[in-house]
């Protein structure tokens, strides 16, 4: 049994605010003493970065889809432990989630899937600058919808004047849910969009923490903090013990070399939690600053990021590339995902790059985005051939040739039709999925055992 006040910040819709509120929530508890435990629904990157900095925590992505429902309260629980209250980010609207997956009449993977499986209370985000007294009627509908997603109440966001404040109360007493908030229209909360999304707070700097102040700084005004406190002190405790990051341990202490810096931000908290659990010592390498590997690397692992938007920066850190060339050639273990993939290819847009791949990358105006159930093609470094997960799409790019003479992995696309996709090369495994280690913990020691 785990005693963690939580709860749940969901939103009709995308574009509500519901990033704003929990991350100027985070920032607001912390600022009154509460350590903070931050989560997201969804494989989503960029926003646990926001977290992240508002809280002083890692931020934690919660995803059914990726580790399975078992694994979600105990991956909530190993985030949260020494923690006073936990805030969990939900993703697209309340109801939102895998279009071909579905748990007792729940989307898998939405924010009502995940909040059931925490048997957490749900604060509703709404935007409210096109609404009136017809917020009770949706109010109603969300609220009746499904009877085990506990809908405790509303935050107002985008609230006009004080009279459209007064009519959207009373819609929120019809309907029977209580107001946490009431946030005025604000427009000094802007980040820079991209083609992925918000630019990563790692990328942004001092504009990020600037942004994170003003979104605490609201929220602290606007929301009634100690009753939040009380709702996410009234869960009831979670019939789970904290997951562990437990594997066996590999004889050498292998020094991984993990690519981060502004270029590769897209990576799981527990990724390096095991590699360390496992006997590995985590090396932090920059791509963009660095001139070389850590002294001593015996595997390489390339998560995702934007390197598209540092591609001239990467190609002029000649050195570096050049290493990795060579220490490829020599056999060294790579796992590389989406961004690391791209960083492995012989160019860029036309800057050149690792050129450990016989591909190169390049920009497209279309998105590849979702979930996919995937089957490895050859042996690897990371999954025997025949191995099958869940991993998650999600880029703009494309790489040609999509995979080598050893594919990664097989999939059948949302229309059907079958995909072979990344490369299995020597000890390299690149592609563009992005698997969460949590749920596949063997492709951990299997990485380490090549290493």
Known sequence: MVNIPRVVIAAPGSGAGKTTVATGLMGALREAGRRVAPGKVGPDYIDPGYHTLASGSPGRNLDPVLVGEDRVAPLFAHGAQDRDIAVVEGVMGLFDGRITGHTDGLAQGSTAHVSVLLDAPVILVVDAR??????????????????????????????????HEKVLRQACEDAGLPVFGVLYR????????????????????????????AMTEIVRKGVDLTAVQDLAAGASPLRTEPWTPDLPVVQGNPVIAVAGGAAFTFGYAEHAELLRAAGATVSVVDPLRDSELPPGAQGLVLPGGFPEQHAAALSANVLLRKDIHAKAADGLPIHAECGGLLYLCSTLDGHPLCDVLPA?????????????????????????????????????????????????????????????????????????LHTHPAGNPGAITRFLASC
């Open 130 to 163: 096109a609404q009136g007294q017809s917020l009770a009627a949706l109010l109603h509908g969300f609220r009746s919808y499904r009877s085990e997603v506990n809908l405790a109440g509303v935050i107002l966001n985008q609230v006009g004047s004080a009279t």
């Open 186 to 213: 604000h427009t000094d909360l802007e980040v820079p969009s991209r083609h992925l999304g918000l630019i990563t707070a790692a990328e942004h700097g001092q504009q990020a923490v600037d942004v994170v102040a």
């Open 360 to 432: 190169r990358a390049q920009m497209t105006p279309r998105l590849k985005l979702g979930y996919r159930d995937a089957v490895a093609g050859a042996d690897s470094a990371l999954f025997p051939a025949g191995t099958r997960v869940t991993g998650h799409e999600f880029h703009r790019t494309e790489v040609l040739p999509t995979a080598g003479d050893k594919a990664a992995w097989h999939w059948r696309g949302p229309d059907g039709r079958p995909h072979t996709e990344g490369f299995v090369h020597g000890a390299i495994h690149a592609s563009y």
